[in-house]
């Protein structure tokens, strides 16, 4: 299973570096569109709406529209620039009972696994909310999609 981010549980001076994979794999069936006639694989060009001719990606930018036909384009650099250092770092906010957490919340599931040099601290911190029975409230993002 590949990681899906690389980062850092944090929380006061105590910094545990980890790894997050998901914890869902993709078991829907996937169907791809063909013509009828031949069995061929169904193609989409990306067409400009204004002018009508076909469009490379080099020659595609991203825009968030703000008003009606009016748009501030990014660049991949915009994206960039945007991130911070603290982008990896997996902020833990509060130690909480699992059944205090609506199921509204739970938008994806990952396993966080301690990277190198991270193992003793993450055992500590896995078994304290064991015995205990807390789970941890925590932020971070996860990445910027550009």
Do not use: W
Not at 78 to 94: Q, V, Y
């Amino acid at each position: 299973m590949a990681v899906s981010h690389r980062g850092a549980i944090s929380f006061g001076m105590v910094h545990i570096p980890v790894g997050l994979y998901t914890a869902a794999q993709d078991n829907d069936i996937h169907f791809n569109q063909l013509c009828k006639e031949d069995g061929s694989r169904i193609k989409y060009k990306k067409v400009c709406s204004h002018c009508g001719k076909e469009v490379s990606s080099a020659d595609i930018v991203k825009g968030f529209e703000y008003e009606p036909g009016m748009y501030v384009t990014m660049t991949d650099e915009d994206f960039e620039k945007a991130k911070t250092e603290k982008d990896s770092t997996i902020h833990i906010l509060h130690f909480t009972d699992l059944q205090a957490i609506s199921p509204v919340y739970f938008d994806a599931a990952y396993h966080a696994l301690p990277e190198k040099g991270g193992d003793k601290a993450f055992e500590l911190l896995r078994r304290a909310m064991k015995d205990e029975s807390k789970v941890a409230i925590a932020k971070t993002v996860l990445g910027m999609v550009t």
